[in-house]
């Protein structure tokens, strides 16, 4: 089969490797998107081992790796939810993967992912792809679900809400947070661009530099940038007193100030993962149009072009290869 390996600082070789095999409680799907992912964009800017990355996948089984097939059946669309776990614990029994204490990775991480032609995935990985989806929208529904996830961290409830970062994540997690009852919420980003579709997706934007913060006050910030410090000191600077902050984004250089924590009472909580039910979430909210992912599609390539789809990843929003 033919697949994208990164062969230098974002170069990719598209080339003939062995297609996988399944697992006895493994299925193979025939990838029909495949979105790059912001990690991806940042990781396969510096030199990698090669692999075949692509973790935000939808597709189509082909076969499966013995009779377990968890309900599903060949010709079915799926998604595909990336967190490998050990399918016994109790994590792995509520859908909660990436909580696994024997977690091994993720597709695209630990094991071959999307980037390519076919993909083998445990059966407990796989979704029923929800109705009225294109395969290059739920493709998102990895991305979403991480919003969603986010969102679900704190009770958003007729709570103001600030999102720092206007990226595909930043954005999803906006409009998660309207689906978890916000009143209202605020999307930042220094990028004026990266603001444009906030305002047709029911989110305030705020041009950071150029913006007042919100005179409202707001309960809850999510910092969907990671990396840099600037994000963060926007986040804890709109925050009230006994506020909330989520970090989805991490790897702040400067760390956080615990006296500013602890003198304005300060919630902070990591929000990492997705589970089984906000994959299921993500496509359902998509599906009804409560989650728009449209906005955020800056293209759709095939696999022969990932060389191309990889530099417009760079500058757009999501980026989907269709192998
Ligand atoms: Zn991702
Ligand atoms: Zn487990």
């Known amino acids: 089969m033919q697949a994208a390996v990164n062969v230098a600082r974002g170069r990719f070789d598209i080339r003939e490797v062995e297609a996988p095999v399944p697992a006895p409680d493994e299925a193979l799907v025939r990838v029909r998107a495949c979105a790059i992912c912001g990690s991806d964009k940042h990781e396969f800017q510096g030199e990698r081992p090669p692999r075949v990355a692509g973790h935000e996948i939808a597709g189509t089984i082909v076969g499966f790796g013995n009779s377990e097939t968890g309900g599903l059946g060949e010709g079915d669309a799926v998604v595909v939810l990336p967190l490998i776990g050990c399918g016994a614990c109790p994590a792995c029994a509520a859908g909660r993967f990436g909580e696994c204490p024997a977690g091994q990775g993720a597709v695209g991480y630990s094991r071959p992912g999307g980037f390519a032609e076919y993909v083998a995935v445990p059966t407990r990985n796989l979704l029923p792809m929800a109705p009225g989806l294109s395969f290059a929208k739920a493709s998102l529904a990895e991305p979403a679900a991480v919003g969603i996830h986010a969102a679900s961290q704190t009770d958003l409830t007729g709570k103001h809400c600030l999102t720092v970062g206007a990226g595909a994540i930043g954005l999803l997690t906006a409009q998660a947070a309207l689906c978890r009852g916000a009143a209202a919420v605020w999307v930042a980003d220094t990028d004026a661009t990266k603001l444009e579709p906030a305002e047709a997706l029911g989110l305030r934007p705020l041009h950071i530099g150029r913006d007042a913060l919100p005179s409202q006050e707001l309960e809850v910030a999510f910092e969907c940038v990671g990396r840099h410090d600037a994000p963060l000191a926007t986040a804890l600077a709109a925050l009230r007193d ?82």
Do not use: Y
């Not at 994959?279 to 009804?288: L, P, R, Y």
């Open 242 to 323: 006994g506020g909330t902050l989520v970090l989805v984004g991490s790897g702040h250089p400067g760390g956080l100030n615990t006296t500013d924590l602890v003198a304005r009472r300060l919630t902070v909580i990591g929000s990492c993962g997705v589970s089984v039910a906000e994959m299921q979430e993500a496509q359902e909210w998509m599906a009804a149009g409560r989650i728009q992912v449209q906005p955020l599609l800056s293209g759709t390539f095939p696999l022969s072009r990932f060389n191309e789809a990889f530099a417009a990843s760079l500058t757009g929003q999501k980026v989907v290869i269709e192998p």
